[in-house]
């Protein structure tokens, strides 16, 4: 069973449009993340969230937003596409906030053209 | 701020050898967390072992061991019996155990596994 999984794997679009990167873990975690991996394999948090708190990093455009519907779940939505935001999108899940490891998703490829 | 430097871009290892990829990290925290995590074609990223800076014993999960050595900000990971299916990328992260949303990756090592 897969423990943290993402929908789509493969997200090719034009710029200017909107989408959405699904995320879903079963671990019963608390907490989950969303990173973004540029080409040359450069791995930065987004956000990270739990039912309490919502954390984003400073960097990370408006033009990006997590929603979570219930705890299972942590969707990206990405405004306004642009060419930089190419890169593959991983979620991933963790049972406590700072102490416990995390579990990554499969990633998202996604490629604005 | 807290950086993590992984300075072999690549390695090669002979199936059946030891192999061991370089991490360093930089931080002015006295407690935080550290990972080797794998990621092989298939792009899931994989934790693979985990070491608590607070304990002086070094991690060790069956075939991988880390050499944590905090004074140095070292973190190596050892793969013993390297296996066709170690091939993959192989980062090593930081976490910081007081900022929640403080994860650093290093560069990454690709480590190629030959027959």
């Known amino acids: 069973d897969t423990a943290v999984s993402q929908t789509p794997k493969y997200l090719v679009t034009q710029m200017g449009n909107d989408k959405s990167i699904k995320c879903e873990q079963n671990l019963g975690h608390d907490t989950m993340y969303w990173y973004k991996q540029d080409s040359k394999k450069f791995l930065k948090i987004m956000f990270s969230y739990n039912n309490k708190e919502l954390i984003i990093n400073e960097t990370v455009p408006n033009r990006f937003s997590p929603k979570s519907p219930d705890k299972a779940h942590l969707n990206l939505h990405i405004n306004s596409l642009e060419l930089g935001d190419s890169a593959v999108y991983f979620c991933?899940?963790?049972?406590?906030?700072?102490?416990?490891?995390?579990?990554f998703g499969p990633g998202t490829r996604l490629t604005v053209l | 701020a807290q950086t993590v430097t992984q300075s072999q871009p690549e390695m090669s290892v002979q199936e059946a050898e030891t192999v061991t990829l370089s991490c360093t990290y930089d931080?002015?925290?006295?407690?935080?967390?550290l990972f080797w995590y794998k990621q092989p074609p298939s792009r899931q990223m994989i934790l693979v072992i985990r070491q608590e800076a607070y304990k002086q014993q070094n991690a060790t999960e069956n075939r991988f061991s880390v050499n944590f050595q905090k004074a140095a900000k070292s973190f190596s990971l050892k793969i013993s019996d390297s296996q066709l299916g170690d091939a993959a990328m192989y980062f090593c992260?930081?976490?910081?155990?007081?900022?929640?949303?403080?994860?650093?990756f290093g560069a990454g090592t690709r480590l190629t596994v030959k027959p």
């Open positions: 992260a930081y976490r910081s155990a007081i900022r929640n949303n403080d994860m650093r």
């Open positions: 991933a899940s963790s049972q406590d906030t700072f102490l416990d490891t995390q579990y």
């Open positions: 931080t002015s925290e006295s407690d935080y967390y």
